[in-house]
């Protein structure tokens, strides 16, 4: 039922109508700037209405909370630890389930450099008490969670963590996380931490010694592996030492767009050979190509053909990395946390990146926010010529498969004969 979504009047923390959160002005869910429909036939339009009625709709990264409608506020409001879901705009979405990374890179509640085990926790709890105000959003801890969604109207939650900085040193936390509701975490968040180097290090070390007996953790008790944010070598480490399929869930192709932010070839067949999946990113100013220097939903698809003719159809869906709010404004007050200098390629040697000159865009034409792109993308492919089938690979189909392969689905003695033993 991705088109036929229950509505919602819930909003954010409506149970405390007095608490000075709700002095920020928020930024409209929706229409904050020009939508650029997919024109479609009469044909395709019915087409695409069934596929969206009874296709699984799955994003592997977005971001859903509101953030100010002035978005140079955002570090004031985000020290308050309450990210507003954008609650209204999901029940206008066609995704079932959507792996949300909540503040993640601009979790700095308690501190200046964020990322702090309590941070995160403060994060994580926060967004459940919210979330658990209403009955629209639910708390998706297994695959079943999904389906449940997909049938009733709702859409499934997924906490998800881009980096696992605030583990430190403990593998513990990894289940401490998992048994809070995390599903899916990051080996680093383009710094390097305890587990391997990040993209922005000029020297990738590859996954350590800690490193290699986290995955083995995240293995054991179900927690799907993301690697879009690590140093390449970091990466195929861990493709390699980990027993289960890996996500990078919002990346693109470096041999489109040379970005360090962007995967080469080797690390994206390395992925799919291991039966990961790859998600297409599209936040501003990542997924440009030489034929579509204004980003888009055009150039995001050129990443996709690539990477699809590289890896094959069943390896490649969406990570739109979409927000409900400015997303450039908010790059631009976070550069340095977002280590969106360091994902220039050349950065680190001096040496150009080779691209086409472009203009800075003040947002994403065709996926301004993560509502817009659960109908624009799969419209795209339709009038793209795609058949019903691999249009429902790459929408949900194939993050499927590797959610049945990784997450639990028995009791864990059944599951623990077959994993790695826990360090």
Known sequence: MGSNKRSTSYRSFSYLPDHPVHTFPLAAELGRAPQHPVELTAEQLTRLEGLLAETVLISLHEHLGIFPDDVTTTPEYARYGRMA?????????????????????????????????????????MRLCDIAQQDFVTHCRSVSD??????????????????????ENELDRIDLLFGLGVRALGITYSE?????????EPRD?????????AVARMNHVGMMIDCSHCGDQTTLDTIEVSEHPILLSHIGARAVWNSNRLAPDDVLEACAAKGGVIG??????????????????????DHFEYIKALVGIDHVTFGPDCVYGDHVGLHNAYTASLSLKESRAGQHTGEPDGNPPFEKVAYVAGLENPTEGSVNIPAFLIKSGYSDEDIAKVMGGNALRVLEQVWPSGAPSERASSTSEVR
């Open 85 to 125: 879901t954008a609650f209204d705009a999901l029940a206008a979405s066609h995704w079932d389930c959507v792996f949300d990374n909540m503040l993640d890179g601009i979790c700095q509640i308690h501190s200046q450099g964020g990322w702090k085990w309590s941070e995160v926790i403060h994060d994580l709890g």
């Open 146 to 167: 999904i389906h449940d969604a997909h049938s009733s109207g709702g859409l499934a939650w997924v906490a998800s963590m881009e980096g696992a900085a605030m583990i």
């Open 192 to 200: 390097s931490n305890a587990l391997g180097s990040g993209l922005r």
């Open 205 to 213: 070390g590859g996954l350590t010694v800690f490193g290699r007996q």
């Open 280 to 301: 297409i990113e599209a936040a501003p100013h990542t997924t440009l190509s030489p034929d579509h220097t204004n980003h888009s939903l055009e150039s995001v698809m």
